[in-house]
């Protein structure tokens, strides 16, 4: 659904002017970075890509086109707070973000909570209740199935975990200077604990059911929770839309000294130009067109993607809130969220923008 509005705005922007023509190319996402890694390295990256997470290793590396000589300040100060640090550094701006997302959701299957006399709408908010729910659901699942299905290998979990993190100890694992580390805290020890209950209780799999970004495993009922980015409510309404009002939303479960931060970051997905462009004030307009322009151009990308992401500019979370389809979505809720501040084989020709589309992945 994504990638079918990715074409779509590009060739509403090729017919709505005829001054710049965008090429659009779909990359896969296991080939997305040797592919973009060798185009920078012989100066023949697109004009415009899509990038994902934090941009400073790219604008300390040169890599990335400053928006402000091609774009209106009143489109850059249209981007929502929550959105600056991802997109602005020392009040320029090198990204123009096309949404936020929460990166760890909890999800949960109404019907296998009711079979163990579970309430099936409301969800566990401390991780002793999910501990407490998952010891009545435990005896009513059938071999390959369990209660809870969290992000399984290491790298995952890093960057999945860095709300969890904040919200056990208030920072993450390195001191503020990246000179010591800084685990040995009751904190991290309460978060390394309840990962370890789900394990020793067998709770969770051995083994991961399916990759973290993905909801095969919660759309085949493997399992009564499901934690992943809030994405994963999009391909439940694409590929098992049995379960779209089936299915339970909510926050991660907060640790019992929360300091008040929420347990989930917000993921993003920005547009960049590339700072060896030629067509520099091409690539400006069609980014001032596409994504910071009329807010009917966006509409669309929210409600196909099933109301799992947020945009970065009020007028359109406006725009999308007043759509028919908005009030009649299932699922409908509202978590707390919090900002991370984390430390084409050919030249495009003259008029000419290339842009791929994003590439089918979700980042940390």
Same mark, same amino acid.
């Given at each position: 659904?994504e990638n079918e509005?990715y074409?779509?705005?590009i060739?509403q922007f090729n017919?709505a002017?005829?001054?710049?023509k965008v090429?659009?190319?779909e990359v896969p996402? %296991?080939a997305?970075?040797q592919k973009?890694?060798?185009? $920078?390295?012989?100066g !023949?990256? =697109?004009d415009v890509?899509?990038?994902p997470g934090?941009i400073?290793?790219?604008?300390? /590396?040169?890599?990335?086109? !400053?928006?402000n ?7 850059l ?7 600056? =640090?991802?997109?602005e ?9 096309l949404l936020l *997302? ?12 009711s079979?163990a006399?579970? %309430?099936? *709408?409301k969800?566990?908010?401390t991780w002793d209740e ?7 659901i435990?005896p009513?699942?059938? $071999?390959g @199935?369990?209660? #809870?299905?969290?992000a399984g %290998?290491a790298?995952t979990f ?7 993190q904040y919200?056990?100890?208030g ?13 040995? *805290?009751?904190g991290?020890?309460?978060?390394i604990?309840?990962?370890k209950t ?9 083994q991961?059911l /399916?990759?973290?970004?993905?909801g095969k495993?919660?759309? $085949? ?13 999009s391909e #439940?309404?694409?590929?098992?839309? &049995?379960l779209?009002?089936?299915t339970?939303?909510?926050p991660m479960?907060n640790?019992?000294s929360?300091?008040?931060?929420t347990?989930?970051?917000l993921? +993003?997905? !920005?547009w960049v #130009?590339?700072? !060896?462009?030629k067509n520099? @004030? /091409?690539a400006?307009?069609f980014l ?5 322009? &009329?807010?009917? +151009?966006?509409?669309?990308?929210f409600v ?8 970065v500019?009020?007028?359109v @979370?406006?725009a999308?809130?007043?759509? @028919?389809?908005?009030a009649?979505?299932p699922?409908?809720t509202?978590?707390p ?5 984390? =430390?084409s =084989?050919?030249p495009?020709?003259p008029?000419t923008c290339r842009s791929?589309?994003a590439?089918?992945s979700?980042?940390a």
């Amino acid at each position: 659904m994504e990638n079918e509005w990715y074409k779509s705005i590009i060739d509403q922007f090729n017919k709505a002017q005829t001054a710049v023509k965008v090429v659009g190319t779909e990359v896969p996402a %296991d080939a997305w970075d040797q592919k973009m890694k060798a185009a $920078q390295a012989a100066g !023949k990256a =697109p004009d415009v890509y899509t990038h994902p997470g934090a941009i400073q290793d790219a604008v300390t /590396a040169g890599q990335l086109f !400053k928006l402000n000589d091609v774009m209106k300040q009143s489109a850059l100060d249209e981007i929502i707070e929550a959105a600056r =640090p991802v997109s602005e550094i020392d009040g320029n701006f090198y990204a123009y973000p096309l949404l936020l *997302e929460p990166q760890a959701v909890l999800f949960w299957n109404k019907d296998m909570l009711s079979a163990a006399g579970l %309430d099936p *709408e409301k969800g566990p908010e401390t991780w002793d209740e999910l501990f407490a729910m998952c010891e009545k659901i435990k005896p009513t699942l059938q $071999q390959g @199935q369990y209660c #809870i299905s969290p992000a399984g %290998d290491a790298i995952t979990f890093a960057w999945s975990s860095v709300g969890q993190q904040y919200n056990f100890n208030g920072h993450l694992a390195l001191n503020d200077t990246w000179t010591a580390a800084a685990v040995e *805290e009751p904190g991290y020890k309460e978060l390394i604990g309840v990962y370890k209950t789900l394990w020793d209780k067998e709770y969770m799999p051995k083994q991961a059911l /399916a990759a973290y970004v993905e909801g095969k495993d919660f759309g $085949q009922k493997k399992c009564a929770f499901k934690v992943s980015g809030s994405w994963m409510m999009s391909e #439940i309404g694409s590929d098992y839309p &049995d379960l779209l009002k089936k299915t339970g939303i909510g926050p991660m479960p907060n640790s019992a000294s929360a300091d008040g931060r929420t347990a989930t970051t917000l993921g +993003n997905f !920005k547009w960049v #130009i590339d700072a !060896k462009t030629k067509n520099g @004030q /091409a690539a400006g307009d069609f980014l001032s067109w596409a994504i910071a322009g &009329d807010p009917a +151009n966006l509409v669309p990308f929210f409600v196909e993607t099933q109301f799992t992401k947020v945009s970065v500019r009020k007028s359109v @979370q406006d725009a999308v809130a007043a759509d @028919q389809k908005a009030a009649d979505a299932p699922g409908r809720t509202s978590s707390p969220t919090r900002s991370p501040r984390l =430390p084409s =084989p050919s030249p495009p020709t003259p008029g000419t923008c290339r842009s791929p589309s994003a590439p089918r992945s979700r980042p940390a």
